[in-house]
């Protein structure tokens, strides 16, 4: 199944989010992420979905979504012209001095930080496109990861050149 993301501008205000959530929940699509947040217009808010499925389904989540009075804008991003991030934080268990320089090495490599060292843990932050943070949960998983918390995807387009 392919994924898209799809990037709407809506009203900001209170139930705009539970009408649009309504909407894929009547019609049986599933949301793999969401987020929400402040757009570059006052009073409009920038809802990023990612949903997987074939073309049909883009067709018809988009369709259904310029339905909602509240939607402003519906756009799908082609993932090619696209920067895409999330953010993720990991609470790794330390066994030793040893185990917890190798959990400090590999955040350096992908660029995370540090938040919180305990006496028996980790927590790390590290943002970046999905498979990047995929890949650095998976290297930790042989630590033994305690807490995983992660945004859903946010996104916008590149400027391209004529």
């Known amino acids: 199944m ?19 959530t309504g909407l894929f929940t009547r019609r049986g699509f ?9 757009s570059e217009t006052e009073q409009l808010a920038r809802m990023v979905f990612v949903v997987n499925g074939d073309i049909k389904i883009l067709e018809q989540v988009t369709k259904q979504l310029n339905k909602l009075v509240d939607v402003i804008k519906v756009r799908s991003l082609s993932p090619e012209i696209t920067i895409r991030r999330e953010l993720c934080l990991v609470k790794v268990k330390v066994e030793n001095e040893q185990k917890r320089g190798e959990i400090i090495q590999l955040t350096d490599i992908f660029k995370g930080n540090i938040l919180d060292v305990g006496e028996n843990s980790l927590t790390v932050e590290i943002t970046g496109n999905p498979s990047k943070i995929n ?28």
């Open 30 to 38: 599933n949301i793999d992420s969401i987020t929400v947040g402040e």
């Open 135 to 162: 890949s650095f949960i998976s290297l930790l998983k042989g630590f033994g990861i305690r807490k995983i918390a992660k945004t859903g995807s946010t996104a916008l387009e590149r400027d391209i050149k004529s």
């Open 2 to 20: 392919e994924s898209h993301i799809i990037s709407t501008l809506v009203e900001d205000r209170p139930g705009v989010l539970q009408k649009v």
